[in-house]
């Protein structure tokens, strides 16, 4: 097994295929018939005398995260916008959000006429960090959006000290930590509002969908009518034939509200959510021994007062100089091959990302100016820069295998490592 699969030789693993995701079972697909044969697949529709599904959800998810409110909505991308316009952010605002993110955050911001301004990370946890959400700041910021990232949660103590003091709202983007927790807490419910996403690929899937989660009534008042074109529920129960959405009309909204099917799913897969979780500690640990061992590599680590993490995309640290000077996307590709697996390095800074290209839209215009720019994406942000070329990721439902599965992640490390002069 010298020679590299990726150059045409034998890989470290070739007989056995990784662990599917999602996962699902006859119960799933129960679950999902039940609300098909309702005839009832959006909560727009009169009800059948039962609460929606995505309402049912709504309480569900609100209780695991120990709070006392939730609103659902259709994707993760809209429960960061139904968030920030909770919070009246608007023109001429300014939000800080982590460069090293997906493009989401910043998209929400410019939707709200705001304008996103990107500050640097954590070298080794590509997570905002509290001085850098400091030197973010300006008399215009009107929000702080915080992402949990990865495998790791971010210093919410040190960023929640810095958004007190300076009286703006946290907003934690937890699409990549549910079921995290901080201190005791769920990881979502610290700042002013938190939002999850439950794509295909998240810990908690429903193929679309997301979640706003807040212990603010007012807020949440604001943001059932921000997803349901101005409507929220009624105080009462439905009976049968009745909308279970009332016209309310104390804030312009728009339509985000996730479908009864995405539901359907979401209340068969959340049960399963902390069993997997453990499972997938189990194998990480094993994985930990193993670069323990393998010496120049370890986990992104996870600040102390994190008692549990969310294993979204797994990420291993390697040291400078460990392949030498082949670039990680690279590398990633080698130890993918020796896999059969999608081993990747982080996505680049948004800074420099070409997702973000607000000037290809013409509502955008006054927003991302020369000056708004500047002020969006002048900073540096050689933290990111780091983090993105000294981190491997893989999806988490490799680790809901078994402990042969970690062993292989690090043959394939120490191959790729001994061989990489090869590349």
Not at 139 to 156: F, N, P, Q, Y
Not at 183 to 188: D, E, K, M, S, Y
Not at 314 to 321: D, Q
Not at 383 to 408: I, M, Q, R, T, V
Request: charge should be negative.
């Amino acid at each position: 097994m010298s020679r590299l699969a990726v150059l045409g030789g034998t890989p470290v693993r070739h007989d056995r295929a990784w662990p599917r995701w999602p996962q699902h079972d006859a119960a799933t697909e129960q679950e999902v018939v039940a609300a098909i044969r309702s005839g009832r697949w959006a909560i727009s529709w009169p009800s059948d005398g039962a609460k929606a599904r995505e309402r049912r959800f709504a309480e569900e998810w609100a209780r695991y995260n120990d709070v006392p409110y939730c609103v659902s909505v259709d994707h993760g991308s809209s429960a960061l916008l139904v968030a920030l316009e909770a919070l009246d952010v608007g023109p001429g605002d300014e939000v800080v959000v982590p460069a090293m993110t997906w493009v989401a955050p910043v998209t929400a911001v410019l939707r709200c006429g705001a304008l996103p301004v990107l500050v640097d990370v954590d070298p080794r946890t590509g997570c905002a960090t509290a001085e850098s959400v400091r030197a973010g700041l300006s008399e215009r910021t009107k929000a702080v959006i915080v992402v949990h990232l990865g495998a790791t949660v971010a210093d919410l103590d040190g960023i929640l000290a810095v958004t007190e003091q300076a009286g703006v709202p946290l907003v934690e983007d937890c699409a990549q930590a549910h079921g995290a927790r901080w201190r005791g807490r769920a990881v979502g419910a610290l700042g002013a509002v938190g939002v999850f996403s439950f794509q295909n690929g998240k810990v908690l899937a429903g193929g679309e969908g997301g979640a706003v989660i807040t212990k603010d009534v007012e807020l949440y008042r604001r943001a059932q009518q921000l997803r349901a074109d101005s409507r929220r529920y009624p105080d009462e129960e439905v009976p049968a034939g009745v909308m279970e959405l009332i016209e309310a009309g104390e804030v312009m909204g728009a339509n985000y509200c996730m479908s009864e099917l995405s539901a359907a799913v979401l209340l068969d897969q959340l049960p399963r959510l902390d069993a997997q979780h453990r499972h997938r500690e189990k194998v990480a640990a094993e994985l930990e021994r193993g670069l323990a061992e393998l010496g120049g590599f370890e986990p992104i680590p996870v600040p102390p007062q994190a008692e549990r993490r969310s294993i979204y995309e797994y990420g291993i640290l390697f040291e400078e100089g460990t392949f030498g000077a082949v670039p990680a996307t690279r590398v990633a590709e080698a130890v993918s091959a020796e896999l059969g697996l999608a081993v990747y390095p982080p996505d680049a800074p948004l800074n420099r990302s070409l997702m973000l290209r607000p000037h290809t839209k013409r509502r955008f215009a006054e927003i991302w100016t020369a000056e708004g720019r500047a002020r969006a994406v002048g900073r540096d942000y050689s933290g990111a820069e780091k983090f993105a070329e000294s981190a491997l990721l893989f999806h988490h439902g490799a680790l809901l295998g078994d402990p042969a599965d970690a062993a292989d992640v690090v043959a394939a490390l120490a191959k790729v490592r001994d061989h990489h002069a090869e590349l």
